[in-house]
């Protein structure tokens, strides 16, 4: 069975730290995806990345950077936590040419 | 500016009832519809739509496009309290990075 694989289910933090959330797919695929989950807002692109080394800004990228140096490892770093950025993160994958995406099972964080 | 919107945002039926979901989209250079079902962790894939008018079915659950119209709807009959979940509509761009465009969903609760 295929799996998006993130690290953390449930994690708090303290606002001004640097938070890592990691996520690792066993598809071999080439396109790897951030977002955040809020109520009211849904799904909200943070940063992709379509290969090795390669990332793209999406929809909100302020606060947050990304790191893909290996092609099954995604990891979307907070530089220095705040309050704001309270959220549920959900990651995903797709192969090129894909029409959708598999998602992982999401990390709850609370900045305190 | 692509947008999806899903409608109506809440929903609350009893068992058996039957409901319909609606998604409309702006989308630049549109090519799939998705839908998902999203309960406590990772949005699951129910249906890909690629083409007006072909209604794709799996058990009670039912979802069709229409292009010219730019909506798709998703339909569950006879519905039972384990179809409580999120619905996600998404739309998915030609020749990109296969970036999905979500809707905010709609929270469906089935009561029995």
């Known amino acids: 069975d295929v799996k998006v694989t993130q690290s953390s289910r449930y994690l708090v933090k303290r606002t001004g730290e640097k938070v890592f959330l990691e996520c690792v797919q066993d598809?071999?695929?080439?396109?790897m995806f951030w977002y955040r989950q809020d109520p009211g807002l849904g799904l909200r692109l943070i940063y992709f990345?379509?290969?090795?080394?390669?990332?793209e800004k999406g929809d909100i990228p302020e606060g947050y950077s990304v790191s893909r140096e290996k092609k099954e490892r995604f990891s979307l770093i907070l530089e220095s936590a705040s309050t704001n950025q309270t959220s549920m993160y959900l990651c995903?994958?797709?192969?090129?040419?894909?029409?959708?995406?598999?998602f992982g099972s999401g990390t709850r964080l609370t900045v305190v | 500016e692509d947008k999806v919107v899903q409608s109506p945002l809440s929903l609350v039926v009893h068992e058996g009832d039957t409901v319909t979901l609606n998604c409309s989209y702006e989308v630049t250079n549109f090519r799939s519809l998705l839908w998902y079902k999203q309960e406590k962790k990772a949005p699951t894939f129910l249906f890909m739509l690629?083409?007006?008018?072909i209604e794709k079915k799996s058990g009670r659950l039912s979802s069709i496009l229409d292009k010219k119209e730019l909506f798709s709807i998703l339909n569950i009959t006879a519905t039972q309290t384990g179809d409580s979940a999120v619905y996600l509509c998404a739309a998915e761009r030609q020749g990109g990075s296969e970036k999905l465009v979500f809707g905010k969903g709609t929270k469906l609760t089935v009561n029995p």
């Open positions: 690629t083409s007006s008018g």
């Open positions: 995903a994958s797709s192969p090129p040419g894909s029409y959708g995406y598999t």
């Open positions: 990345s379509y290969d090795v080394k390669m990332k």
């Open positions: 598809m071999d695929h080439e396109n």
